[in-house]
Structure formats: structure tokens, C-alpha cells
């Protein structure tokens, strides 16, 4: 197993030191500690880090985080199965943000539902601001539809 110093982890990472020793005080990371006293990483360690600045560019709390990286053994490098899992805790939460995401993409063009009725076709999907009674926000971008208040 190859161990790397905590300058190593940040230059191959690009995390600051700093973020790395926080990430470590919240169980994210870990590391072993020389006979004097100096931390050391696996290798595998990358892995997570990298994970874990994918997760939080996603919108993952560090908390969500750190239950997901607990599923990982910290005593050996994870392997494919070990990554599986963990990717099947989050499959669901990503597959959502995907759909948001592409309605983001798509949508953008058509009446939102915000309430800004600053469009054409907001007059035809959301007349008066009709999703409103849907709730706060873009309803039609968060999965709500505008079929019921359509005006032909
Ligand atoms: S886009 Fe804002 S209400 Fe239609």
C-alpha cells in the first residue's frame, strides 16, 4: 500500500491542506499517524477526496457525504463492489438532479411557473399565476405540470 503525505494528497487533488485536515475531523477522510506524529494517507484516499469535491459541486451535504463514504472500508482500498454500493445509496438523489437539470436545459424557453408571467406562454401555462397554488418557486421546473391551469 502506498501512503502519501498530506502535501502529496493536496497537490494531487487540488484541496488545500487545511480542507483535507477538516475533511478528516468530520470522519470523511483518514489517516495514519508516523512515529513522529506526521499524517499519512493511502493512496486510495484520492478516490475519496475526489468523490467528496464531485459530491459537494452536486449539492451533497458533507453530512450526506460522510454517510456514503462510511460504506467504504477504511482499512483497505475499496474495491469496484465496495464503489457500487455506495453509488446505488446515491442513484436516486442524482437521477432527480439529472431530470432537474435537463429540464433546466430544455424548459428554459417555456413558462417556468415562477410567477415572473414574463413570457407568451406564460399567459397560456400560468394564467394570473395560477402555480402558485402549487408552491414556492419554478413549480414546472420542480416537477409540477401546468396542465391544469392551461388556457386554450
Ligand atoms: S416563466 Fe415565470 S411565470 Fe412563466
Known amino acids: 500500500m ?6 502529496d494528497l493536496a497537490i494531487r487533488s487540488g484541496v488545500a491542506t487545511s480542507a483535507l485536515r477538516f475533511y478528516e475531523t468530520k470522519g470523511l477522510i483518514r489517516s495514519e499517524r508516523t512515529d513522529g506524529n506526521q499524517r499519512r494517507y493511502l493512496r486510495a484516499t484520492l478516490r475519496r477526496v475526489a468523490l ?9 451535504s458533507l453530512a450526506e ?5 462510511e460504506t467504504l472500508p477504511h482499512d483497505r482500498t475499496p474495491t469496484k463492489t465496495d464503489w457500487k454500493r455506495l453509488s446505488r445509496t446515491w442513484r436516486q438523489r442524482l437521477d432527480s438532479q439529472i431530470a432537474e437539470l435537463i429540464a433546466l436545459r430544455d424548459e428554459l424557453t417555456d413558462c417556468i411557473g415562477c410567477g415572473c408571467l414574463s413570457l ?3 399567459a397560456i401555462f400560468n394564467p394570473g399565476d395560477a402555480a402558485s ?3 414556492t418557486g ?3 421546473l420542480l416537477g409540477d405540470t401546468s396542465e391544469e391551469f392551461v388556457k386554450t
Not at 457525504?65 to 463514504?69: E, P, V
Open 138 to 140: 419554478p413549480r414546472y
Open 2 to 7: 502506498e501512503w502519501l503525505t498530506i502535501g
Open 52 to 60: 467528496i469535491r464531485a459530491g459537494q459541486e452536486l449539492g451533497l
Open 65 to 69: 457525504l460522510a454517510d456514503a463514504l
Open 120 to 122: 407568451k406562454s406564460c
Open 133 to 135: 397554488s402549487l408552491g
